[in-house]
């Protein structure tokens, strides 16, 4: 088992920037590609962006493009979203993902991933 933890949400303004933090425990070492995921009310779950096993490769929803930054530190076992020029719509829970294995493919799917974290709220105003 895995577990993960997110901190680091809040209220912000439009334009200001914040860092979300992801830390896992448990059995780290089966930990391969990690993802954040977002979920606003009323909406289904987000995908937000992703991070393959090394940290070589990271890919990113349209919406978040240029301006999300993911990251990670294997050997402190976090992944860190940093989240620029915010925007009102950016507004959700914020989760972070953990699959087991070396795949990276279909990172993008909620399904593809075996752990969750509780969430940690972003609110963005306007």
């Known amino acids: 088992q895995v577990q993960l933890v997110e901190s680091g949400g809040g209220l912000v303004q439009a334009g200001d920037s914040l860092r979300l933090s992801c830390k896992a425990s448990?059995?780290?070492?089966?930990?391969?590609?990690l993802g954040w995921f977002r979920q606003a009310p009323g909406k289904e779950r987000e995908f937000v962006g992703t991070i393959n096993r090394s940290g070589s490769t990271t890919d990113y929803a349209d919406s978040v493009k240029g301006r999300f930054t993911i990251s990670r530190d294997n050997a402190k076992n976090t992944v860190v979203l940093q989240m620029n020029n915010l925007k009102p719509e950016d507004t959700a829970v914020y989760y972070c993902?953990?699959?087991?294995?070396?795949?990276?493919?279909?990172?993008?799917?909620?399904?593809?991933?075996?752990?969750w974290g509780q969430g940690t709220q972003v609110t963005v105003s306007s």
């Open positions: 993902a953990a699959r087991e294995g070396i795949g990276y493919y279909r990172t993008y799917l909620p399904i593809s991933y075996d752990y």
């Open positions: 448990g059995r780290t070492f089966s930990v391969g590609a």
